[in-house]
């Protein structure tokens, strides 16, 4: 256990999470569908395969002797979380990175804690106990961020009436079932446990051992999301995206933006995952600190990019109180484990 890298691994993990969609801001000329489908090659097929081969000795001999059960349990729960994934891209597409990482983030954080709860009957047994009131009122606390996020970009779009970027009522109701979505990827990662315990056994450091899982996850993620992409491509006509663009400067920058799209989204499972090693007794805490950095970070870019330009203050004002609400509601959520 060593607290001083297990939290400079979340905060990187965070600050990568919510800096991931920026470099897609340079991305010129193609559809969004060229750009998103380049990064979830990046993200979800050859970085997982890369880092699960360099992680776990006889990768395909592991998976090979997990039961087919575990395989195809994680795979349809990535494949659901892919469906959030594309979710959550449309999201920062419509409302923006500010507000798309807020309240996608919010719902996440909220839905994922309470729907297993509910889903598995245990919401009597949860509030019977002081760590469940506890997480209770932390997910309470989420979703009032929500709403004053919400509020805060209802404000915004009455004051850039004239913006035909941003779309506040198809973004939020995109980013909900980017949040609803979003938490299948826990359920994955808790499906795919014997393929950790397999790679361990092959010889896997314990650190590197879920590797082997986020592939096989992720594997469900860009089935959903390419296939989207390439029906995009196809209705749109924008199949020529791929070998053309202003100039051949453009193109190669173009598949180095969206790369690196790819390359700053799964960085935070590498240092999310450290993270859960390092960190030790005080795990509880991760979800949080990860979830408050990524939300910061985004916000950060958010105003950067004058997202809330020729707007009031009031607008403004609302994002940073829902802001500091969520990030408050992760702490809470932290403590509850504790208390647990």
Not at 95 to 110: C, E, M, P, Q, V
Not at 193 to 215: E, L, M, T, V
Not at 314 to 332: C, D, K, Q, T
Request: with cysteine; charged share 10%; net charge positive.
């Amino acid at each position: 256990m060593n607290l001083f890298i297990g939290l400079t691994m979340l905060i990187l993990g965070g600050l990568s999470a919510g800096s991931s969609y920026v470099p897609l801001k340079g991305v010129k000329g193609w559809a969004w569908e060229s750009g998103w489908a380049v990064q979830g090659i990046v993200a979800w097929l050859l970085l997982p395969l890369l880092l699960a081969l360099l992680a776990t000795p006889h990768l395909f001999a592991v998976l090979h002797a997990t039961p087919m059960g575990t395989l195809t349990a994680t795979y349809a729960f990535g494949f659901l979380w892919g469906l959030g994934g594309l979710a959550w891209g449309m999201a920062v597409r419509y409302i923006g990175l500010a507000l798309g990482f807020s309240i996608a983030t919010g719902f996440l954080s909220s839905l994922g804690t309470l729907v297993p709860i509910i889903a598995e009957g245990q919401l009597n047994t949860t509030l019977s106990t002081a760590s469940g009131r506890v997480t209770i009122a932390g997910i309470a606390l989420s979703l009032i961020g929500i709403v004053i996020c919400g509020r805060a970009g209802w404000l915004r779009d009455k004051d850039q009436k004239s913006n035909t970027v941003f779309n506040f009522k198809k973004g939020i109701a995109i980013a909900l079932a980017a949040g609803i979505l979003g938490a299948c990827f826990a359920f994955g990662i808790a499906a795919g446990d014997p393929i950790k315990q397999n790679a361990i056994a092959a010889g896997a450091a314990p650190q590197y051992a879920s590797f082997p899982i986020f592939f096989v996850e992720l594997l469900g993620g860009i089935t959903v999301n390419l296939a989207y992409c390439i029906f995009m491509n196809r209705r749109n006509r924008t199949f020529n995206d791929y070998r053309q663009a202003a100039d051949i400067k453009t193109l190669k920058a173009n598949y180095a933006f969206s790369a690196l799209v790819g390359a700053l989204w799964y960085l935070q499972f590498v240092f999310y995952g450290m993270a859960g090693f390092y960190m030790g007794p005080y795990s509880f805490a991760n979800w949080s600190i990860h979830m408050s950095f990524m939300v910061v970070a985004s916000n950060l870019w958010g105003y950067h990019y004058k997202e809330w330009a020729n707007t009031s203050r009031a607008p403004i004002r609302w994002n940073n109180i829902g802001i500091a609400v969520l990030v408050i509601s992760g702490i809470v959520m932290g403590i509850a484990q504790a208390v647990a």
